[in-house]
């Protein structure tokens, strides 16, 4: 397959309420959105990075330059059989995996669409519904927390996640578990601690979490097995994973128990198929983490955890969770039983509105024929 043409758009939209982690808050979403055409046919992907270095080192702006200089003229010159070679061949650019990750989707999509088949199906998937839950950033005070928590179960999800940091943790995580006897329950730390922090970190075992997401630093691997050695509850890593070969790692050295797969942090769709594979193979169950996408990456996400390993929730929520208006139609609803339905049309099997995007779009560069 040749790729005609690649279009990357900077794009804002505006959070339906301020996002707050151990890391920072963000009320507004950028990201960029690429668009690959084939003839009459257009694949979407969404590069997760954000406006600042704070989850990662990748930002909208390192990705703009990654695209336009290595990855576009890469993809204009020459062409593919399959998207899945595209990992590889995009090896010889080290790291910048939101920015790989953006563009092999597109491809994905556009591959698909070709083929007359879903996302789901040329990745694999076998579940006709994505198992999902709700990330719950930190909160002004605990009874704001449990309001939120309310509502969140109220409204169907069958999995709550908690964002906590020092001095917001083992009480409002207890008032929560308190108040949801039964409630699917985990927190991420996003980095926020440190071994030292080990005999607080064990308070949290008392509260029966699925898990505890990276407790430690966002580049560790060897200090997580310490801590999952001190800890009953699983540890989950979602920061320090960035290919099949960390994962496999993370796995043969008992530093997690759980594995976040994020495509953008692993550097795409083809490297969350092989850490699904090497997990599975391992009987480490995993779970599809969500960057606050729009309902591009959502549908992307939302075929990807249609994989069979893919058995815990997925912080992958439903469109207006995240913004007044999404990108794509139909939106993304909540399902029974806390799930997405995945999509079944052709490629991400969602459309792009257009207007939508022109309305959001900050600026746009389109190169090729
Ligand atoms: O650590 O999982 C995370 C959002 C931005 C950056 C990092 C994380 C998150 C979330 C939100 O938890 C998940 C979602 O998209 O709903
Ligand atoms: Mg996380």
Redesign the pocket.
């Given at each position: 397959m040749q790729i005609d043409s690649v279009e990357v758009r900077h794009i804002r939209m505006q959070l339906t309420a301020p996002?707050e982690?151990s890391f920072g808050v963000e009320s507004d979403r950028e990201a960029l959105i690429v668009a690959v055409r084939v003839g009459e046919l257009v694949g979407y992907g969404e590069v997760v990075a954000s406006a600042a270095p704070l989850?990662s080192y990748e930002t909208v702006q390192t990705a703009g330059h990654i695209l336009r200089d290595f990855l576009v003229p890469d993809l204009l010159r020459r062409p593919f059989e399959h998207p899945a070679e595209l990992d590889g061949r995009w090896a010889f650019i080290r790291g910048h995996n939101m920015a790989k990750a953006g563009a092999e989707a597109a491809c994905w999509d556009v591959w698909a669409r070709a083929q007359g088949i879903s996302m789901a199906q040329a990745l694999g998937g076998v579940k006709a519904e994505a198992l999902v839950g709700i990330?719950l950033g930190i909160q002004p005070s605990i009874e704001a927390t449990l309001e939120r928590v309310a509502a969140a179960v109220e409204r169907g999800y069958g999995r709550v996640?908690l964002k906590i940091k020092p001095g917001w943790d083992v009480e409002m995580v207890g008032a929560v578990r308190e108040a949801f006897p039964t409630l699917a329950l985990m927190a991420?730390a996003?980095s926020a601690y440190t071994l030292d922090d080990a005999p607080l970190l064990k308070k949290l075992d008392a509260f029966g979490l699925t898990m505890v997401?990276?407790p430690l630093a966002y580049d560790d691997i060897f200090d997580h097995r310490k801590l999952q050695a001190q800890l009953a509850t699983p540890i989950c890593l979602?920061e320090s994973i960035h290919s099949p070969a960390h994962a496999a790692a993370a796995i043969e050295l008992g530093s997690c128990r759980i594995i976040?797969i994020k495509p953008g942090r692993v550097g795409g769709l083809e490297a969350s198929r092989r850490i699904h594979d090497i997990c599975a193979e391992h009987g480490v169950p995993v779970w599809c983490?969500?960057?606050?996408?729009t309902g591009i990456g959502r549908a992307h996400n939302v075929a990807l955890a249609s994989l069979p390993n893919f058995t815990l929730h997925s912080?992958i929520?439903e469109s207006a969770r995240y913004y007044h208006q999404d990108l794509v139609e139909p939106e993304f609803v909540l399902g029974g039983n806390s799930t997405l339905a995945v999509p079944n049309g052709p490629g991400i099997g969602v459309a792009v509105l257009a207007e939508r995007l022109d309305a959001v779009t900050l600026a746009s560069q389109r190169v090729g024929r």
């Open positions: 996002f982690t989850y990330s996640k991420d996003n997401e990276q979602d976040n983490g969500g960057m606050l996408e912080d929520s």
